[in-house]
């Protein structure tokens, strides 16, 4: 599956190093299905976005996931794609920049004509660059919380709840953020999502951030003298405070690392299953248990 990473450093913007894929010879471990594109997106204390994605169509694209990205910013965005949906291009690597918000997805949502029919009638179609039903949910999210006067809240609500009630879904785990706050969605139980409520320093071994999976890695040694709120795909270090969002959890982080949580969707409708998948799309949701030759 994608693996998903955010970090909310509060008002102030910190530095933070990423390796967005951790090892050099990850990409040359044939027991796994190799990633297929990678990005990191930050948003400075002015709010303007920096972001910076490739696809990995080849492995002489290995020196951009492997090298280290230094960032400075209040919040942070990582996704590592496995695709189920688009080819591997830039247009479909995640994260994806709208209307200054940053976004990453894990999972699947099918249905994508009538996806397509209600961004036609919201005028968002613009929105959509690449062929992902991530980005499609993404410019739902965004045309909802136009319409909601700009609160994102609202907007990502009804966006979930419209695709609930509308789309056949495997899995719809969320990474959104601006430069103050940051949301989190883990729908249903399919895949996991994990949230670190940091303090200075931490409760582990590690005073400055060292979180590392098998995917992502980020460093930060101002963290050992500042809190910070993490949100990834997998527990990321030995900190005892990390917990598992719960089913259908949409956590967000506001501008002073306070949160608030709250579980505002039904079950699917249309929950498909892993038998109801293709080869290609079965492995991207679970690439450790697939070959190359499946990929």
Request: proline content about 6%; hydrophobic content about 45%; glycine content about 8%.
């Amino acid at each position: 599956m994608c693996r998903l990473f955010g970090l909310h450093a509060g008002a102030q913007a910190v530095p933070a190093t990423f390796w967005l894929i951790d090892a050099p010879d990850s990409l040359s471990d044939q027991s796994h299905r190799n990633p297929d594109g990678a990005g990191i997106g930050s948003f400075g204390v002015d709010g303007r976005p920096t972001l910076t994605k490739q696809p990995i169509a080849a492995w002489q694209d290995a020196q951009f996931v492997t090298a280290a990205h230094q960032l400075r910013g209040t919040t942070f965005t990582a996704h590592v794609r496995y695709a189920s949906t688009g080819g591997l291009t830039e247009a479909n690597t995640h994260p994806f920049l709208q209307a200054g918000r940053l976004f990453a997805h894990n999972g699947v949502v099918a249905g994508l004509p009538d996806l397509d029919a209600r961004l036609a009638e919201l005028g968002a179609t613009e929105l959509v660059h690449g062929q992902t039903d991530s980005e499609r949910v993404f410019a739902l999210i965004t045309a909802e919380t136009a319409v909601c006067d700009g609160d994102v809240t609202a907007g990502l609500i009804g966006a979930i709840n419209w695709v609930v009630d509308n789309l056949p879904l495997y899995a719809l785990n969320i990474v959104l953020s601006t430069a103050t706050d940051l949301w989190a969605l883990r729908y249903p139980a399919t895949h996991e999502l994990h949230v670190l409520a940091r303090p200075a320093g931490g409760t582990g071994t590690h005073r400055h951030l060292d979180a590392r999976s098998m995917r992502i890695r980020a460093r930060s040694a101002e963290l050992a003298d500042s809190p910070a709120v993490i949100v990834a795909t997998e527990q990321m270090d030995d900190d005892p405070g990390w917990r598992l969002l719960g089913d259908g959890e949409l956590l967000h982080v506001r501008s002073d690392l306070s949160t608030v949580s709250r579980a505002p969707f039904p079950a699917p409708r249309h929950q498909l299953t892993l038998a109801d998948l293709d080869a290609t799309v079965a492995a991207s949701q679970h690439p450790a248990a697939a070959s190359p030759s499946g990929a």
